[in-house]
């Protein structure tokens, strides 16, 4: 698979299916003639577990995702918007009531960004988990670009991630964010084009490439691997732009 095939089928957008129809998020102006928003908070999702099912989403037993669900590899291409307040977060196999995870009841905070994260748990299982992560854009400048990279593949024991040939990125085990939360702060580079390679740790091959990558000056921007093993041509970065 090519990469315009694979971000094609990967970029989908329904960054804004948690909808602000949820209670309280949007009201009438007096006017009558136009929309006014009330505080809000955003949330983006990114579903990278390759082994398992579609899922559906539900924020306090509200179902907030499409019709059919989210496929393993889709992801928000911006950020949606919510009522602030303390969810419970469910990840059921779609068109069912089988939970799959869930995220514990705790607070989206006003004009706070969070980013939840479901993912496998081992190579080959379809065990899933999920995390909820606070995405801090209070360094963030119009002089620098800045980035994050997650390994999110589950076949992928360790991975170096390379920025026009600069090692920036070293030995990151699947998911390690979730218990190391200094990768999920974003680092500042250098605006421009970037070729972006991801190798094994432990071998030094080159497990996947994306060229030609644009950083833009106050552009902030989440890479990571993800896909299956390498055998079956499916391994992949991505690089999700933060807007909302």
Same mark, same amino acid.
């Given at each position: 698979m090519n990469d315009t095939m694979r971000n094609n089928r990967q970029q989908l957008f329904w960054g804004s299916i948690i #909808? %602000?129809?949820l209670s309280g998020a949007v009201g009438c102006s007096k006017a009558g003639s136009s929309l006014t928003v009330t505080a809000v908070t955003y949330v983006s999702v990114i579903n990278e577990a390759p082994y398992s099912s579609a899922v559906d989403i539900y924020l306090n037993g509200t179902l907030v995702s499409p019709t059919g669900g989210?496929?393993?590899?889709e992801y928000s291409t911006q950020y949606g918007s919510v009522k602030p307040g303390t969810y419970t977060v469910d990840f059921k196999k779609a068109g069912t009531d089988t939970l799959l995870y869930?995220?514990?009841a &705790? /607070?989206?905070d006003t004009s706070n960004f969070y980013t939840l994260i479901l993912y496998n748990t081992a190579p080959g299982s379809a065990a899933v988990q999920a995390v909820k992560i606070l995405d801090n854009f209070t360094q963030v400048t119009s002089t620098n670009a800045y980035y994050r990279f997650f390994n999110l593949s589950p076949d992928v024991p360790d991975a170096d991630l390379y920025m026009n040939g600069s090692i920036v990125q070293q030995q990151r085990t699947p998911a390690d964010n979730v218990d190391n939360l200094t990768y999920d702060e974003f680092q500042a580079v250098n605006p421009e084009a970037y070729n972006l390679q991801?190798? &094994? &740790? /432990?071998t030094d091959s080159v497990l !996947?490439? %994306?060229s030609s990558v644009p950083l833009a000056a106050g552009g902030v921007y989440t890479i990571f691997l993800n896909g299956t093993d390498k055998s079956a041509n499916n #391994? !992949?970065? /991505?690089?999700?732009? !933060? &807007?909302f």
């Open positions: #909808l %602000l129809v989210i496929a393993p590899g869930e995220i514990p &705790s /607070s989206y991801v190798k &094994s &740790s /432990s !996947a490439t %994306l #391994l !992949a970065i /991505s690089v999700l732009q !933060a &807007s």
